[in-house]
């Protein structure tokens, strides 16, 4: 099925904050170009499959990426790229073939489409252009397509004002909606704007979902600054969520902040500029993240898991990751089973220490634990909570509180359904 927009996602599920909503994605912040345009790679063809945000001033670059030993080789061309730390002007993105698991020739696709690409717009510094791909693991990317898709790439930036629309639509696989969004905010006398787009709906398990992300912001960012703005922003959002467990060859972030907005460098991650923007970067891709989750292959409902009362911030990530990717509790979802069991047992085998005896649990306003003790409850309303939520295509909500801690922490995923079996089954078939 064609990807489409799908009203509200991911915009309306970016928090609420100091900000507001924009159009324009990851191309919203000034000094961004997009296009999106059909190549040819994917098996199906006709949709658009190759898409380029085009930074022409130069952007300090940052990225996270799979910790997944079978690293694809964009994966592998980005870490290289930025560790020479010069700016980057490009990012170029496949779908179609991930170009994972395609050894030498896999890597020596990967520099000639950056070659490429770079000669057209101008690009003189290795370093200056990166690359994310999406699709078939083991399958190269169809080169001869791609590099003559390229100049047609070229040439439709900046086009139309819906070009980080186009450009989010051609990185989705099996996606039923593209996924961007952004945001503008002020700081002191000055306006920033964050944009970004992703693309995920199967094997989304992210270590650092086949998830990619892209965010962008105008705003002038010390380089080393800006990857701690991302991986932070990465860590409460794209590494809080799960669709199926399943950690992919390609997972990777890419974050770009171009500067145009001017002024003083941002160097001090104390600053109350540093901290207002690290905020909106992490909302962005919460936004994102969550609707991935909800875009989830054969989803039917986006899990939220909130837990609260934890030793420490990292302990309840863990317990709220551990619970939206049970098996169990996605298929309970489903089911409309509000077989609270199951929460309890993923919080418990998560690694976050916590006394069993101060366990609290609730589905939506349901309390079905206290104190480590089980509380009757009306089931027939809890599964009908469920079953209502399902059919509105809205969201479960899962509360925990662990005991007396500081620690907090969301993650999202989505239920399990028959239909990821069979998507999954007839993948390439």
């Not at 209502?388 to 509180?401: A, F, S």
Request: charged share 20%; with cysteine; net charge negative.
């Amino acid at each position: 099925m064609a990807a489409g927009r799908m009203p509200g996602s991911p915009g309306g599920l970016v928090p609420a904050g100091p900000w507001r909503a924009v159009g324009g994605g990851a191309v919203a912040p000034r000094g961004f170009e997009a296009a999106g345009v059909s190549a040819g790679l994917r098996a199906s063809g006709g949709r658009a499959d190759l898409a380029l945000v085009h930074c022409p001033g130069g952007a300090a670059a940052a990225g996270t990426f799979t910790q997944n030993r079978v690293a694809a080789a964009p994966v592998e061309f980005c870490r290289s790229a930025l560790a020479r730390g010069t700016p980057v002007r490009a990012l170029l993105v496949n779908a179609g073939q991930a170009n994972a698991a395609t050894g030498r020739q896999g890597r020596e696709d990967a520099e000639a489409s950056a070659a490429a690409l770079g000669g057209l717009l101008g690009a003189s510094a290795p370093g200056e252009v990166l690359l994310m791909s999406t699709g078939v693991i083991g399958q190269r990317i169809k080169m001869d397509a791609l590099l003559a898709g390229l100049p047609g790439l070229v040439e439709a930036l900046g086009r139309a004002e819906s070009d980080g629309l186009d450009a989010a639509e051609a990185i989705t696989t099996t996606d039923l909606a593209s996924k961007s969004a952004a945001l503008e905010l002020e700081v002191g006398p000055r306006t920033f704007r964050v944009g970004g787009m992703a693309k995920g709906s199967g094997m989304i398990h992210p270590n650092m979902a086949t998830m990619l992300g892209c965010v962008t912001c105008d705003a002038p960012v010390e380089r080393a600054l800006w990857q701690r703005i991302v991986s932070e922003a990465v860590a409460e959002s794209y590494n809080q969520i799960s669709v199926d467990g399943d950690t992919s060859t390609n997972d990777s972030v890419i974050g770009l902040a171009g500067g145009a907005e001017g002024g003083d460098l941002i160097t001090d991650p104390d600053s109350e500029e540093a901290r207002a923007l690290g905020r909106a970067v992490t909302a962005i891709c919460q936004g994102c993240a969550k609707a991935i989750a909800w875009d989830g292959e054969g989803a039917t409902v986006l899990l939220e898991v909130r837990v609260s009362g934890a030793n420490f911030h990292v302990a309840a990530r863990e317990a709220a990751k551990a619970v939206v990717s049970s098996s169990l509790v996605k298929s309970a979802i489903f089911g409309c089973d509000p077989n609270w069991g199951r929460i309890a047992c993923a919080a418990g085998y998560s690694g976050a220490n916590f006394d069993q005896e101060q366990m609290d649990i609730w589905l939506g306003d349901f309390q079905l634990m206290a104190g480590g003790q089980p509380l009757p409850f009306d089931a027939a309303a809890a599964s009908a909570y469920l079953k209502g939520e399902q059919g509105r295509r809205g969201t479960v909500v899962v509360r925990i509180n662990l005991g007396d801690g500081p620690g907090e922490a969301t993650a999202w995923g989505c239920d399990l359904s028959y239909d990821y079996v069979k998507i999954n089954a007839e993948y390439t078939t």
